[in-house]
């Protein structure tokens, strides 16, 4: 590795961002040798999900410089695996986090001086819209400029192939290689040529007719007139929930939160804008309170995600994606009885079992997948490739996908979907309360730790390998009857004790099953590494 002082110099001939150059001038005359370590001597890794990181000057932090140079070997990646990929073009979208259209703009130069059509939102735009648009022009790949719910400081580079999923392996180790070849920056103008061609008003209108036609097959059985309070936690949703909400005559019903309406990339009113987090629909609750509605509705900031809470009783309650899912799922089939029998749900390896038994008694099919919509998406296409229809796909991390719309999680769509339901159920909870007595209790409980470090990470997940061989007997007072560590590649439950699901030794998941006592019919938790976020995940 090349010492501190030949990283400085060598950021500095490469980088032409006077802002992280100044960060990195700054550090060396104030001889910060370890923060300049820190942001030197690692480089950020590409993986699946492509790049999420905190902004700042470095080699390991997403910058201009980091930006172009990941836009440069993924352009080379693409030519090298498609011999009509200028032509094709790739999709550029970008949130309003700070620095997102910036990084775009870069990261549309970079293709655009490749040779490429740049098929380019001109304005921010909720992150399916990228998938949605790979689908409809045809795209050699689609590139979002966003880190979802992550803090402010962090921003992210989400890649999309040609088939307008996330990619697996081993796509994200070679794209890594090209990267890696390609560190010379080529470009570094913000502004788009003849072959950046804007698609904005063009891919809404698609959209939101791909939104009405799914609506448009689970019918509409208006008998309750829905009002909900709504926040798109600082991020871009509330255009397109407004747009489409007015469109299919639910819009008068609708009220804004007005300190979370508009886009702000320092999201000032709550600690981490995911709705999953605890507060973080507190400013909700009270607009909701103000006006007497029992419903909100809350998408996070790049509008991917859809969160629900209703007022029960007089106390809030915030339902779990497990709870929305089978919601959903349940609203599909009921809703479309002649198209699901015979099709498939899917789900993934840590959420609810509630869809399993669902299907069984609808007459349809579920499909568990690892965590995450690459796998989630990938597998929804390889069964639709076998001539099977798939009608819906859920995470309890609240992502959820319509694969008639896109290959991804999206919570707009998601919304419109629900608020359609509720037209007819009137109250959500109910009918979960509903669903519960009729296909079971399933009880859920996630939690997580925020980890200092990936080595920390894997150290957590190997005590637990440490614990028995070859793996642990019990938990508490309960006996484990199953044991399957993804990481390793074990499962007790098969014949070879190899697992089904897909293994991977660069990641941590390992998933317990245990017996059932007298109040229940077992437990079944999965401790793992966050794919995204610095946290270790208990689910």
């Not at 007595?437 to 005590?463: D, H, M």
């Not at 309960?478 to 030794?505: F, H, M, Q």
């Amino acid at each position: 590795m090349a010492n501190l002082e030949d990283l400085v110099q060598q950021w500095l001939q490469l980088d032409q961002d006077p802002i992280t150059r100044s960060e990195i001038e700054n550090l060396h005359a104030e001889k910060k040798s370890k923060e300049l370590e820190e942001r030197l001597s690692t480089r950020l890794s590409f993986g699946t999900a492509g790049l999420r990181a905190r902004m700042g000057a470095g080699f390991a932090c997403l910058n201009s410089l980091t930006i172009i140079q990941t836009s440069q070997g993924l352009a080379e990646f693409l030519l090298s695996s498609s011999t009509d990929a200028c032509s094709a073009g790739i999709v550029v979208g970008y949130d309003a986090r700070h620095n997102s259209k910036k990084f775009a703009q870069l990261a549309a130069s970079v293709f655009e001086s490749k040779g490429f059509t740049v098929w380019w939102y001109e304005d921010i735009v909720h992150t399916p819209l990228v998938p949605y648009a790979v689908q409809s022009r045809k795209a050699a790949a689609g590139i979002m400029i966003t880190a979802s719910h992550n803090p402010a400081h962090d921003n992210g580079y989400k890649f999309y192939g040609s088939n307008s999923c996330q990619i697996n392996s081993p796509d994200d180790a070679l794209i890594a290689e090209f990267i890696q070849h390609n560190l010379k920056p080529i470009v570094w103008e913000l502004q788009g040529g003849p072959l950046r061609k804007p698609i904005l008003d063009l891919m809404k209108a698609e959209y939101y007719n791909s939104v009405r036609c799914q609506l448009g097959l689970l019918g509409e059985a208006q008998q309750h007139q829905v009002k909900f309070v709504y926040t798109p936690m600082h991020g871009v949703g509330l255009r397109y929930m407004a747009e489409l909400t007015d469109s299919t005559r639910a819009g008068e019903t609708m009220v804004v939160v007005n300190h979370q309406a508009q886009p702000d990339p320092d999201f000032p009113t709550v600690r981490y804008p995911n709705p999953e987090e605890s507060g973080a629909l507190d400013i909700a609750i009270h607009t909701a309170d103000e006006h007497k509605i029992p419903l909100i509705i809350a998408n996070d900031p790049d509008a991917d995600r859809f969160a629900v809470a209703e007022k029960v009783d007089g106390v809030w309650y915030q339902f779990t994606g497990d709870q929305v899912g089978t919601l959903l799922a349940y609203w599909i089939c009921s809703a479309s009885a002649s198209r699901t029998r015979g099709s498939v749900m899917l789900t993934t390896a840590v959420s609810s079992q509630m869809l399993s038994f669902l299907g069984k008694a609808q007459g349809f099919n579920t499909q568990e997948t690892l965590t995450g919509f690459k796998w989630l998406g990938n597998t929804a296409q390889a069964l639709q490739n076998k001539g099977k229809t798939v009608l819906f796909a859920y995470e309890e991390a609240l992502g959820y996908m319509f694969p008639q719309i896109v290959y991804d999680k999206d919570g707009i769509a998601a919304a419109m979907v629900f608020l359609q339901a509720c037209r007819s159920w009137g109250s959500p909870w109910k009918k979960y309360q509903e669903l519960s007595e009729k296909y079971g209790y399933f009880v859920t409980s996630n939690t997580y730790w925020r980890s200092p470090s990936v080595i920390r990470t894997k150290a957590v997940l190997q005590s637990l390998r440490d614990l028995e061989q070859p793996f642990p007997g019990r938990v508490s007072h309960r006996k484990v009857i199953r044991w399957r560590d993804l990481t390793t590649g074990y499962d007790s439950a098969t014949e070879d004790n190899i697992p089904n699901l897909p293994v991977s030794p660069k990641s941590q998941m390992i998933t317990c099953w245990l017996e059932g006592s007298g109040s229940d019919d077992g437990v079944r938790f999965t401790i793992r590494a966050s794919g995204t976020e610095p946290k270790i995940k208990g689910e």
